[in-house]
């Protein structure tokens, strides 16, 4: 069925289509009984403007276009959920366009760019010149988040990576262990690169060396298998620090589960994001914050203040992680 316009409204309800157009507007010069009449002939016939339309002949948008990675670690998933209802809050519309892989990042954002979006905010693990490139051509603001501290021609709302790497290493330092491994992420990601310079300034500090450093996909099933295969070595580690909450969830069951380990007596184990179900009994892990309110928080002030002056510096906000110290180290 074809879609209703404001043509068909106005002929319905006998007035000119740029009165339908005005009915629909905050700011309108209708007198009351000509708008009710309108709306609610509109309302009969289940008409709703179309907004895309109405954003290309406004100039303006409540569209901001949302460009993800991989979506399918819990995190994230989680912080798409807050950002979009954020938006939503502010009477903005998340535009999510997903890209499969790093490489690709430039052509995705260029594929949102296509849509009359007011802003761009990308999630990512490092920064694509030519998607900046291609948000300056079209006008369109850009925001990261995941990336920092200041990224030439786009904003960033960034947490400390370093810092949480600090953090959970001090701790398991404290606590005695020795041979404290680190479980990775992606080779060249901000969130690998900042934590494992995190742990590796932590052990110099106490004097120690590195067990083992291993790169995972930020997920579950390579957190674990590293663990096991290292739990079973000749020279297994004492301790992990990871990288995320996902692979040191992977660890813990390694170890508890299929090595009946004691977890933190034999091998403790600290986490990076501290998600909800981090602090499940059944879990109980100790893990650096990746605060999704706060930073969510950051974007959208961030984005109000781009949206209200185009031409300002770069802006660049950052997010200090906290230590939450539970049974698992």
Known sequence: MKRLTGKD????????????????????????????????????MGYRPNALARSLIKQESDLVAVVVGNTDGIYDKDFFNHLSTALQKRGKWALQIRSEDQENLAETLGKALMYPVAAAIVRAGTVDPQAIENSKQMNVPLIYTGLGPVIKGADCVWLNYKSGGLLGT???VRRGCKKIAYIGGIKGFTA??????????ALQEAGLQPHSISQTK?????????????????????????????AALGALNAAKSLLNLRVPEDVAIVGSDNMPMASWPCFDLTAATNPIDEIVQNLMETLEARLANLD??????VVEPQLVIRGSA
């Open 218 to 246: 930020f997920d579950f099933e390579s957190g674990m298998q590293i663990a096991l295969n290292l739990l079973q070595s000749d020279n297994p580690p004492d301790a992990f620090y990871c990288v995320s909450d996902a």
């Open 170 to 172: 001090r701790h398991l």
């Open 312 to 317: 300002q510096q770069e802006m660049s906000v």
């Open 192 to 201: 690998d690169t900042g934590r494992r310079d995190g742990y590796l300034e």
């Open 9 to 44: 409204v106005a002929r319905a309800a006998g007035v000119s289509a740029s009165a339908v157009s005005r009915a629909f507007t905050a700011e309108n010069r209708l007198n009351k009984a000509t708008r009710d009449h309108i709306l609610k002939v509109a309302a009969e």
